[in-house]
């Protein structure tokens, strides 16, 4: 695996790669991101991972600061999975200037669910990934699940914009007891590991209610948000929406998906199940 850390020097070992499939990061690798890795490798002739932590999708007081960076670690478990090249631009590399040119996505996908608790947070997602297009100009590219509105903002904008990129989706990979792997799951104590499976175990029943024919949603929301805070959990959110476009479904809608957000002690976890 060939490490670059300027874009001068990825554009100049990319020139005749072939068909190329970015896997953009922000580091310390879990076993999601390494799923998304081996699945690039299906689809291209060269794997190209990227790694910066993105100071344009937090907002102020979030954990920024303290993100954790684990560059060596991190190339160790790329290469070992494939990865051809490995783009670690530092925050001067990719933002000589301040970057007042952004993307801007609409207000009816940007501002809901995670875009209503963290403001911006879309804008800052898609203008550091149309960057990454800009520098790696891949043909393909995967984005987790997990993130599932971020990755319906970023298919929106390919197409919207025609950018000749293949935007694939990665299933959300999970540890044995049903916990999403998340690289925030690092913050939790012991005694909040243990509790934070239950997120999973509460959208379950929501889907499972849903297939059965319930068809009071909001009900299923609030009753959702209850069982949390009755085991200790802050809720933003726990919302029923279209796949398509995750806005709200009307009792003839297919095609859905729960959606959470939750803190956990400090720790903020999000979450989803297609229905």
């Known amino acids: 695996m060939l490490i670059h850390h300027t874009i001068a020097e990825t554009r100049a070992a990319l020139a005749n790669a072939g068909r190329i499939v970015l896997v953009p990061t922000m580091g310390n690798l879990h076993d999601g991101h390494i799923a998304l890795v081996r699945q690039a490798r299906k689809h291209g002739d060269c794997v190209?991972?990227?790694?910066?932590?993105?100071?344009?999708?937090?907002?102020?007081?979030?954990?920024?600061?303290?993100?954790?960076?684990t560059l060596e670690a991190d190339c160790e478990r790329l290469r070992t999975a494939g990865v051809n090249h490995l783009f670690a631009p530092d925050e001067n590399e990719l933002y000589p200037v301040p970057q007042r040119y952004v993307i801007e996505p609409p207000?009816?996908?940007?501002?809901?669910?995670?875009?209503?608790?963290?403001?911006?947070?879309f804008r800052g997602?898609?203008?550091?990934?149309?960057?990454?297009?800009?520098v790696v100009q891949p043909q393909a590219a995967l984005f987790g699940k997990k993130d599932y509105q971020q990755f319906m903002v970023l298919s929106d904008m390919v197409r919207e914009f025609g950018v000749p990129i293949e935007v694939i989706p990665g299933e959300t990979i999970r540890a044995d007891d049903g916990l999403a792997l998340s690289s925030r799951n690092g913050y939790?104590?012991?005694?909040?590991?243990?509790?934070?499976?239950?997120?999973?175990?509460?959208l379950s029943n929501v889907v499972d209610a849903v297939r059965k024919g319930n068809k009071d949603y909001?009900?299923?929301?609030?009753?959702?948000?209850?069982e949390l805070q009755a085991r200790g959990w802050t809720p933003d959110y726990v919302a029923l929406r279209k796949k398509v476009d995750l806005q709200l479904p009307s009792a003839h809608d297919s095609g859905l998906v729960v959606l959470a957000a939750a803190r956990l002690g400090s720790t903020r976890l999000i979450d989803n199940l297609e229905v």
């Open 188 to 202: 939790l104590s012991e005694q909040e590991r243990a509790e934070a499976p239950n997120l999973f175990r509460v």
């Open 48 to 69: 190209v991972a990227s790694i910066f932590v993105n100071r344009l999708q937090f907002r102020p007081g979030e954990d920024f600061e303290k993100y954790p960076r």
């Open 218 to 226: 909001y009900a299923l929301e609030q009753g959702a948000v209850s």
């Open 125 to 134: 997602v898609a203008t550091v990934v149309m960057k990454l297009f800009s």
């Open 107 to 121: 207000p009816e996908h940007a501002n809901i669910l995670e875009g209503e608790f963290r403001p911006g947070h």
